[in-house]
Protein backbone atom coordinates (compact mmCIF):
# COMPACT_ATOMS: atom_id res chain seq x y z
CA UNK A 1 0.00 0.00 0.00
CA UNK A 2 1.34 3.68 -1.22
CA UNK A 3 0.41 6.24 1.54
CA UNK A 4 0.30 9.63 0.15
CA UNK A 5 0.38 12.81 1.32
CA UNK A 6 -0.66 16.19 -0.75
CA UNK A 7 0.31 19.55 0.21
CA UNK A 8 0.87 22.91 -1.58
CA UNK A 9 -3.32 23.68 -1.48
CA UNK A 10 -3.92 27.47 -0.54
CA UNK A 11 -5.71 31.07 -1.15
CA UNK A 12 -4.70 32.64 -4.41
CA UNK A 13 -6.18 35.50 -6.75
CA UNK A 14 -7.58 34.37 -10.28
CA UNK A 15 -4.56 34.51 -12.27
CA UNK A 16 -2.34 33.35 -10.06
CA UNK A 17 0.02 30.16 -9.34
CA UNK A 18 0.19 27.14 -7.19
CA UNK A 19 1.99 24.20 -6.86
CA UNK A 20 0.66 21.01 -5.21
CA UNK A 21 3.35 17.99 -3.84
CA UNK A 22 2.97 14.74 -3.09
CA UNK A 23 4.93 12.27 -1.61
CA UNK A 24 4.62 8.92 -1.37
CA UNK A 25 5.80 7.06 1.60
CA UNK A 26 5.25 2.85 1.88
CA UNK A 27 6.09 2.07 -1.45
CA UNK A 28 7.99 2.94 -4.64
CA UNK A 29 6.12 5.00 -6.98
CA UNK A 30 8.65 4.49 -9.47
CA UNK A 31 6.34 1.76 -11.24
CA UNK A 32 3.13 3.15 -11.26
CA UNK A 33 1.24 5.68 -12.84
CA UNK A 34 -0.09 8.84 -10.35
CA UNK A 35 -3.04 11.20 -11.23
CA UNK A 36 -4.59 14.03 -9.79
CA UNK A 37 -8.13 14.61 -9.44
CA UNK A 38 -10.44 17.20 -7.67
CA UNK A 39 -13.51 17.87 -6.48
CA UNK A 40 -15.77 20.73 -5.52
CA UNK A 41 -18.01 21.25 -2.61
CA UNK A 42 -21.60 19.59 -4.33
CA UNK A 43 -19.66 17.99 -7.49
CA UNK A 44 -18.45 14.89 -8.41
CA UNK A 45 -14.79 13.79 -8.00
CA UNK A 46 -12.73 14.52 -11.63
CA UNK A 47 -10.15 13.83 -13.45
CA UNK A 48 -7.18 16.56 -13.76
CA UNK A 49 -4.06 14.92 -15.11
CA UNK A 50 -2.06 11.83 -15.23
CA UNK A 51 1.51 10.67 -15.86
CA UNK A 52 2.71 7.41 -16.49
CA UNK A 53 5.67 5.48 -14.81
CA UNK A 54 7.91 6.84 -16.76
CA UNK A 55 6.70 10.14 -16.60
CA UNK A 56 6.65 9.79 -20.79
CA UNK A 57 3.17 10.15 -21.43
CA UNK A 58 1.04 13.12 -19.67
CA UNK A 59 -2.73 13.43 -20.10
CA UNK A 60 -4.50 16.36 -18.97
CA UNK A 61 -8.60 17.11 -18.42
CA UNK A 62 -9.20 19.75 -21.34
CA UNK A 63 -10.30 22.11 -18.26
CA UNK A 64 -6.72 22.55 -17.31
CA UNK A 65 -4.69 22.12 -20.57
CA UNK A 66 -1.97 24.97 -21.26
CA UNK A 67 -2.55 25.74 -17.54
CA UNK A 68 -1.80 23.13 -15.30
CA UNK A 69 1.95 20.45 -15.79
CA UNK A 70 1.88 17.51 -14.01
CA UNK A 71 5.80 16.07 -13.60
CA UNK A 72 7.47 13.36 -10.76
CA UNK A 73 10.31 12.82 -9.33
CA UNK A 74 10.69 9.07 -9.25
CA UNK A 75 14.01 9.26 -7.06
CA UNK A 76 11.95 11.55 -4.30
CA UNK A 77 9.27 9.71 -4.71
CA UNK A 78 6.97 12.84 -5.31
CA UNK A 79 4.47 14.11 -8.15
CA UNK A 80 4.02 17.60 -8.55
CA UNK A 81 1.27 19.41 -10.44
CA UNK A 82 1.97 22.96 -11.40
CA UNK A 83 -0.75 25.05 -11.75
CA UNK A 84 -0.83 28.48 -13.71
CA UNK A 85 -3.33 31.20 -14.73
CA UNK A 86 -5.94 29.47 -11.96
CA UNK A 87 -9.68 30.69 -12.54
CA UNK A 88 -12.64 30.77 -10.10
CA UNK A 89 -14.17 27.17 -11.01
CA UNK A 90 -10.88 25.41 -10.35
CA UNK A 91 -11.68 25.55 -6.62
CA UNK A 92 -11.51 22.21 -5.06
CA UNK A 93 -10.19 19.82 -3.13
CA UNK A 94 -7.05 18.51 -5.19
CA UNK A 95 -6.41 14.61 -4.59
CA UNK A 96 -3.01 12.48 -5.85
CA UNK A 97 -3.49 8.96 -6.33
CA UNK A 98 -1.53 6.07 -7.16
CA UNK A 99 -2.37 3.79 -9.99
CA UNK A 100 -3.67 -0.19 -8.62
CA UNK A 101 -1.04 -1.98 -11.02
CA UNK A 102 2.31 -1.44 -11.26
CA UNK A 103 4.11 -1.01 -15.25
CA UNK A 104 0.77 -0.29 -16.99
CA UNK A 105 0.90 0.82 -20.75
CA UNK A 106 1.45 4.31 -21.05
CA UNK A 107 -0.85 4.48 -23.61
CA UNK A 108 -3.48 3.46 -20.59
CA UNK A 109 -3.12 6.76 -18.63
CA UNK A 110 -5.60 8.10 -21.48
CA UNK A 111 -8.09 5.93 -20.24
CA UNK A 112 -8.03 5.94 -16.65
CA UNK A 113 -10.54 6.61 -14.40
CA UNK A 114 -11.19 7.04 -10.58
CA UNK A 115 -11.45 3.17 -10.24
CA UNK A 116 -8.06 2.50 -11.76
CA UNK A 117 -6.62 4.19 -8.24
CA UNK A 118 -6.19 2.37 -5.54
CA UNK A 119 -4.01 4.49 -2.98
CA UNK A 120 -5.24 8.02 -2.66
CA UNK A 121 -3.78 10.91 -0.38
CA UNK A 122 -6.18 13.12 2.14
CA UNK A 123 -6.44 16.50 -0.02
CA UNK A 124 -5.18 19.52 -0.11
CA UNK A 125 -7.65 22.69 -0.40
CA UNK A 126 -7.27 25.08 -3.49
CA UNK A 127 -9.55 28.29 -3.36
CA UNK A 128 -9.32 30.79 -6.11
CA UNK A 129 -10.77 34.14 -5.24
CA UNK A 130 -11.91 36.58 -8.14
Known amino acids: QVQLVESGGGLVQAGGSLRLSCAAS????????MGWFRQAPGKEREFVAAISWSGGSIYYADSVKGRFTISRDNAKGTVYLQMNSLKSEDTAVYYCAADRVSWRSSISITTMGTPDFGSWGQGTQVTVSS
Open 26 to 33: GRTLSSKH
